[in-house]
């Protein structure tokens, strides 16, 4: 069975810089389509980014165009979300998702929190 462990979130100032982690096992890794979403309170859950399995596409939301960086590693199994220049805005649960091929997301993780403060 596929899961997904995020990590690396935590409380940082505005205008830092934070890298999550996504883990993923119990499958090929490079089947699937990665993608982060965030949610927070009081709001809906909005996507950040994802990348196809070659890396080659990647998507992003349009509030964090231009600071937030998606990568991933075939070889660890991982894929990051780095974030840089952070907005208090930015504060939420933070969750990584896998869609096989071009599919819907049917994976998720548990999520990790960010909080930015002032």
């Known amino acids: 069975q596929v899961q997904l462990v995020e990590s690396g979130g935590g409380l940082v100032q505005a205008g830092g810089s934070l890298r999550l982690s996504c883990v993923f096992s119990g499958d090929t890794f490079t089947t699937y389509f990665i993608g982060w979403f965030r949610r927070a309170p009081g709001k809906e859950r909005e996507f950040v980014g994802g990348m196809d399995w070659s890396g080659d596409k990647t998507y992003y939301g349009d509030s964090v165009k231009g600071r937030f960086t998606i990568s991933r590693d075939n070889d660890k199994n991982t894929a990051y979300l780095q974030m840089s220049r952070l907005q208090l805005e930015d504060t939420a649960a933070y969750y990584c998702?896998?869609?096989?091929?071009?599919?819907?997301?049917?994976?998720w993780g548990q999520g990790t929190q960010v909080t930015v403060s002032p």
């Open positions: 998702a896998a869609a096989p091929g071009a599919g819907q997301y049917l994976y």
